[in-house]
T-cell receptor, first 112, second 110 residues
Framework: NAGVTQTPKFRILKIGQSMTLQCTQD?????MYWYRQDPGMGLKLIYY???????DKGEVPNGYNVSRSTTEDFPLRLELAAPSQTSVYFC???????????FGPGTRLTVT | QKEVEQDPGPLSVPEGAIVSLNCTYS??????FMWYRQYSRKGPELLMY????GNKEDGRFTAQVDKSSKYISLFIRDSQPSDSATYLC??????????FGKGTLLTVNP
């Protein structure tokens, strides 16, 4: 099993550009999550999903959108990128509970 | 008052030392308590989780939860250089969402 995979690993965006961060898991997990981690800070939840077709906002959803059309994939869309979205983004998944989450390797995003 | 407080360190100890990492919290609804380890430029990995109060041991790692004091701890016995990482506490209160501490950076010196 590959676990949770994220692409791309690194990306530099210009202000106002858009992009999609990809996340895929092959563990047949129901729950999936997107977090951002800023230097010296903990992980902040952006969006989460408890199953295909079901998504909900986390703590810091502004400027982001998600969709969950399959169990495996949970892409995160950034519209109109801003410097405040410079961060490391982690995708995570868990089977039936939120407290055994498996994390991907992260995407380092810089907006300039 | 922040929901979860964690001393960011850094904490530097010699190899073989017993390490104590701690978090305090304010939300009484938290029932599940987790410790994640994050190596530099990697994703967090779950070390262990505990439900409600009590202790849980896994090899050299012991997690303790004291709900009456809203205080959780992770102890690492016989610490090794490979334990050098950032340790994140996290908590869940029944709404599918985890609240993380900011993490403590630990260095174990050979």
């Amino acid at each position: 099993n590959a676990g949770v995979t994220q692409t791309p690993k690194f990306r530099i965006l210009k202000i106002g550009q858009s992009m999609t961060l990809q996340c895929t898991q092959d563990m047949n997990h129901n729950y999936m999550y997107w977090y951002r981690q800023d230097p010296g800070m903990g992980l902040k939840l952006i969006y989460y999903s408890v199953g295909a077709g079901i998504t909900d906002k986390g703590e810091v959803p502004n400027g982001y959108n998600v969709s969950r059309s399959t169990t495996e994939d949970f892409p995160l869309r950034l519209e109109l990128a801003a410097p405040s979205q410079t961060s490391v983004y982690f995708c995570a998944s868990s089977y039936e509970t939120p407290y055994e989450q498996y994390f991907g390797p992260g995407t380092r995003l810089t907006v300039t | 008052q922040k929901e979860v407080e964690q001393d960011p360190g850094p904490l530097s100890v010699p190899e073989g030392a017993i390490v104590s990492l701690n978090c305090t919290y304010s939300n009484s609804a938290f029932q599940y308590f987790m410790w994640y380890r994050q190596y530099s430029r990697k994703g967090p990995e779950l070390l262990m989780y505990t439900y409600s109060s009590g202790n849980k041991e896994d090899g050299r790692f012991t997690a303790q939860v004291d709900k009456s004091s809203k205080y959780i701890s992770l102890f690492i016995r016989d610490s090794q250089p490979s334990d050098s990482a950032t340790y994140l506490c996290a908590m869940e209160g029944g709404n599918y969402k985890l609240t993380f501490g900011k993490g403590t950076l630990l260095t174990v010196n050979p």
